[in-house]
Structure formats: structure tokens, C-alpha cells
């Protein structure tokens, strides 16, 4: 059973915006670096944002920076991923991680906890 749940995926027209949720159902995510990856059919997982524990640091891939915001409520204990201004090349499962280091890198080794994904469809 996953540690993670992503939320917020879905069919969306280029140029529209969604917002992924992900939340914990045993960890506290106060500690935990949570990072953004997401993998394309027939392609590698790519990592694509990141947010430290204190939300005073945070990453973007340059594939989307500018229109992706990552964020943190710890009261909710759920960190967020909008993402504005889609493109089809955006297509993607995307899953959220967690890394006790809090070392906010994206690479997916540096990561303790999955999520089971949630898929994000970009199209006409």
C-alpha cells in the first residue's frame, strides 16, 4: 500500500490548467522534501518539481518552469502541484515522492515513498 496519494489528474484542452494534490496516510509530511516526477509512455521518469520540508526551497525542471508552481499546506499535510498553460508534451502519470534527507533533488534515488500515480492528459 502506498505511503502517497496523488489526486487531480485528468483530460484537459492545451492551454488549461490542473491542479495535483498529494497527501500522506501514515507519514508526516512536515519532515519530508515531496517531489513532483512523471513518466510518459515508452519514456523514463523525469523528475519535475520540488518543495523542502520548511517550503523555503524549491525546483523546477526547465520542461516547465513558469508553469508549474509547487506548494505546501502542512496544516492539511498535503502538497500541491498546479500546473498552467499545458502542453500535449506534458502527458504524463505523475507521482509525488517523499525523501526524509530533505535534500529537495530531483532524482528519483534520493526518494523514500511513492505515490501509485495519477494520470494527466493533455489534449484536444
Known amino acids: 500500500q502506498s505511503q502517497l496519494v496523488e489526486s487531480g489528474g485528468g483530460l484537459v484542452q492545451p492551454g488549461g490548467s490542473l491542479r495535483l494534490s498529494c497527501s500522506a496516510s501514515k507519514l508526516n509530511l512536515d519532515y519530508y522534501a515531496i517531489g513532483w516526477f512523471r513518466q510518459a509512455p515508452g519514456k523514463e521518469r523525469e523528475g519535475v518539481s520540488c518543495?523542502?520540508?520548511?517550503?523555503?526551497?524549491?525546483y523546477y525542471s526547465d520542461s516547465v518552469k513558469g508553469r508549474f508552481t509547487v506548494s505546501r499546506d502542512n496544516a492539511k499535510k498535503t502538497v500541491y502541484l498546479q500546473m498552467n498553460s499545458l502542453k500535449p508534451e506534458d502527458t504524463a502519470v505523475y507521482y509525488c515522492?517523499?525523501?526524509?534527507?530533505?535534500?529537495?533533488?530531483?532524482?528519483?534515488?534520493?526518494?523514500?515513498?511513492w505515490g501509485q500515480g495519477t494520470q494527466v492528459t493533455v489534449s484536444l
Open positions: 515522492a517523499a525523501d526524509i534527507t530533505n535534500s529537495c533533488l530531483l532524482d528519483e534515488r534520493e526518494y523514500d515513498y
Open positions: 518543495i523542502n520540508s520548511r517550503d523555503d526551497d524549491r
